[in-house]
């Protein structure tokens, strides 16, 4: 049968003991891939390279399309430019798949039944790191939700779900408080779901959501989320699996897809033969079933699972074992757990649950083009660096300045309404964002108007943002209190 060429990278750290273990494990199970290797992370970075990935790694990872990718030590110091962040946003990685069960009775877990799927939108929201400081006293970060986006990754979850067999998709967002960003992450969801009636679909607000997470997780299949929650989530959800050093994850986009442990380097183990190597080969046996080897996949997973309930063990579990009073295993190394588990390939488990893997390619309908929506222009909020006038003061100077067409509505620091109602109890700072609206369409040349005006007053706009309408609609937050 035909082998599929894949990239790999050792890594920093544990990384090259434990992708050692996985491939040796992955040619013993016969897996039909050939590999190329590329060195990235903290030698590439030393060497003044300040994104850790050198021009002919891109040119291997671009022609494989896929990697498997062992933990980065980032250096110390400012300047590093994330591995993962940079390998995502250029090859359009928009899904993060984190895949986390429990392997109770083996490994003990206060939730038995947990089998869930965290689907994390893995481009937008704060990730996009567009960030700010706007005034001695003020930052601002900007959280970026895309229609396009959205659909991708909420597509991506529902076609996930069928794929697998999973009956339910969970959405989790704050648009109570976010009614524009995580309320359009919402909006589609609800309409997205209706395209797939076989399948439970429900939404929770990210609090209680993520609190019923953390102590029922069994009540998942799979949970879809914005970029930071999902970050988030899939930390509480891999903590109360067991180890951190058991989880995998996959990155996945149109074209390419990186698959890796969850976990970083740990330096302080490096060479020490003592790393957990199971994370990067569950992260492995979900790329095998991405490739079309979902056969191969079951094999490497079945002899997994068998190694864990012959309680054949590295440090890390054990430590979990003997804090539950549970002593009759064995501890080994990384590369015996290796051994232990290229032994028993062709074995099935008994206790644990073996995951079927059929061979899933997802492939995401077409989403939707937007991008004639006619935004009306209707007023624009101009943000004030000032540090002495009180907010009656900013107020009269901005009547003063108003024009025929955009006429002051408020002004609000911190987002709470200080003008035209003055609150003495709220902490004001030296960033004031006020508010000018007209009742009909208005142009650039309107606002320049009134930016001139402004400036004649002596005051200091630092940043502006349109205010538009879409049909009657406000496509803006009012401000708390307006
Ligand atoms: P870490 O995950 O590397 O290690 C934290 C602790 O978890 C370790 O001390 C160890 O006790 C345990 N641990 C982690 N992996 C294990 C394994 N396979 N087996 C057994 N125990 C394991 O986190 P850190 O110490 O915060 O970060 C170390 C370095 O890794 C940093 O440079 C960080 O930037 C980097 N990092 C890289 C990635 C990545 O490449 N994807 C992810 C996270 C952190």
Same mark, same amino acid.
């Given at each position: &049968?035909?082998?599929?060429?894949?990239?790999?990278?050792?890594?920093?750290?544990?990384?090259?003991?434990? &992708?050692?273990?996985?491939?040796?494990?992955?040619?013993?199970?016969?897996?039909?891939?050939?590999?190329?290797?590329?060195?990235?992370?903290?030698?590439?970075?030393?060497?003044?390279?300040?994104?850790?990935?050198?021009?002919?790694?891109?040119?291997?990872?671009?022609?494989?399309?896929?990697?498997?990718?062992?933990?980065?030590?980032?250096?110390?110091?400012?300047?590093?430019?994330?591995?993962?962040?940079?390998?995502?946003?250029?090859?359009?990685?928009?899904?993060?798949?984190?895949?986390?069960?429990?392997? @109770?009775?083996?490994?003990?877990?206060?939730?038995?039944?947990?089998?869930?799927?965290?689907?994390?939108?893995?481009?937008?929201?704060?990730?996009?790191?567009? %960030?700010?400081?706007q005034t001695s006293e003020m930052t601002m970060a900007l959280k970026?939700?895309?229609?396009?986006?959205?659909?991708?990754?909420?597509?991506?979850?529902? %076609?996930?779900?069928?794929?697998?067999?999973?009956?339910?998709?969970?959405? &989790?967002?704050?648009?109570?408080?976010?009614?524009?960003?995580?309320?359009?992450? @919402?909006?589609?969801?609800?309409?997205?779901?209706?395209?797939?009636?076989?399948?439970?679909? %429900?939404?929770?607000?990210?609090?209680?959501?993520?609190?019923?997470?953390?102590?029922?997780? %069994?009540?998942?299949?799979?949970?879809?989320?914005?970029?930071?929650?999902?970050?988030?989530?899939?930390?509480?959800?891999?903590?109360?699996?067991?180890?951190?050093?058991?989880?995998?994850?996959?990155?996945?986009?149109?074209?390419?897809?990186?698959?890796?442990?969850? @976990?970083?380097?740990?330096?302080?183990?490096?060479?020490?033969?003592?790393?957990?190597?199971?994370?990067?080969?569950?992260a492995a046996i979900m790329m095998l079933v991405h490739i079309g080897?979902?056969?191969?996949?079951?094999?490497?997973?079945?002899?997994?699972?068998?190694?864990?309930?012959?309680?054949?063990?590295?440090?890390?579990?054990?430590?979990?074992?003997?804090?539950?009073?549970?002593?009759?295993?064995?501890?080994?190394?990384?590369?015996?757990?290796?051994?232990?588990?290229?032994?028993?390939?062709?074995?099935?488990?008994?206790?644990?649950?073996?995951?079927?893997?059929?061979?899933?390619?997802?492939?995401?309908?077409?989403?939707?083009?937007?991008?004639?929506?006619?935004?009306?222009?209707?007023?624009?909020?101009v943000f004030l660096d000032e540090r002495k006038l009180k907010p009656?003061?900013?107020?009269?100077?901005?009547?003063?300045?108003?024009?025929?067409?955009?006429?002051?509505? &408020?002004?609000?620091?911190?987002?709470?309404?200080?003008?035209?109602?003055?609150?003495?109890?709220?902490?004001?700072?030296?960033?004031?964002?006020?508010?000018?609206?007209?009742?009909?369409?208005?142009?650039?040349?309107?606002?320049?108007?009134?930016?001139?005006?402004?400036?004649?007053?002596?005051?200091?706009?630092?940043?502006?943002?349109?205010?538009?309408?879409?049909?009657?609609?406000?496509?803006?937050?009012?401000?708390?209190?307006?």
């Amino acid at each position: &049968m035909e082998k599929t060429r894949i990239t790999i990278a050792r890594g920093d750290g544990i990384g090259p003991e434990i &992708m050692d273990a996985v491939l040796r494990i992955l040619f013993a199970a016969n897996a039909r891939i050939d590999i190329d290797e590329i060195e990235v992370g903290e030698k590439i970075y030393l060497s003044g390279n300040t994104s850790g990935i050198p021009d002919s790694a891109w040119d291997i990872i671009k022609k494989n399309k896929i990697l498997l990718k062992a933990p980065i030590t980032t250096p110390q110091g400012g300047g590093y430019k994330s591995i993962n962040v940079t390998i995502r946003k250029t090859l359009g990685l928009y899904a993060n798949l984190r895949p986390v069960r429990s392997y @109770h009775p083996i490994i003990p877990c206060k939730s038995p039944n947990m089998n869930l799927v965290i689907v994390r939108e893995n481009e937008e929201d704060l990730y996009a790191s567009i %960030e700010y400081q706007q005034t001695s006293e003020m930052t601002m970060a900007l959280k970026i939700i895309s229609i396009p986006g959205t659909e991708k990754i909420i597509r991506f979850a529902f %076609e996930y779900a069928r794929a697998t067999g999973r009956k339910k998709v969970t959405c &989790m967002t704050k648009d109570n408080i976010l009614k524009i960003t995580d309320g359009l992450f @919402h909006k589609i969801f609800e309409e997205i779901a209706k395209d797939y009636p076989d399948i439970t679909s %429900e939404h929770w607000i990210i609090d209680i959501g993520m609190a019923k997470l953390a102590n029922s997780p %069994e009540i998942f299949e799979v949970v879809v989320l914005p970029n930071l929650y999902g970050d988030i989530a899939s930390d509480v959800v891999a903590e109360i699996a067991g180890s951190v050093g058991l989880a995998g994850s996959a990155n996945i986009g149109d074209e390419y897809a990186m698959f890796e442990a969850i @976990h970083g380097s740990a330096p302080k183990y490096a060479g020490l033969n003592k790393a957990n190597p199971s994370g990067l080969l569950n992260a492995a046996i979900m790329m095998l079933v991405h490739i079309g080897q979902g056969d191969i996949a079951q094999l490497i997973e079945n002899a997994w699972l068998k190694t864990l309930e012959d309680k054949v063990v590295t440090y890390d579990i054990a430590r979990i074992l003997k804090e539950n009073g549970i002593t009759d295993y064995k501890e080994v190394g990384t590369r015996e757990f290796a051994d232990a588990v290229i032994e028993r390939l062709g074995e099935e488990p008994k206790i644990l649950k073996p995951s079927k893997y059929p061979p899933i390619k997802i492939k995401i309908p077409e989403i939707r083009d937007v991008r004639d929506t006619k935004l009306t222009l209707r007023g624009v909020d101009v943000f004030l660096d000032e540090r002495k006038l009180k907010p009656s003061e900013i107020g009269k100077l901005l009547e003063e300045a108003q024009t025929e067409k955009l006429k002051l509505v &408020m002004i609000s620091n911190r987002g709470q309404k200080v003008y035209p109602t003055e609150i003495t109890e709220t902490l004001l700072t030296d960033h004031w964002r006020c508010r000018f609206e007209s009742d009909s369409e208005i142009t650039h040349k309107d606002i320049r108007e009134l930016l001139e005006r402004i400036e004649a007053k002596g005051l200091n706009w630092i940043k502006l943002e349109n205010l538009y309408y879409i049909g009657d609609k406000r496509a803006y937050s009012l401000g708390q209190g307006q």
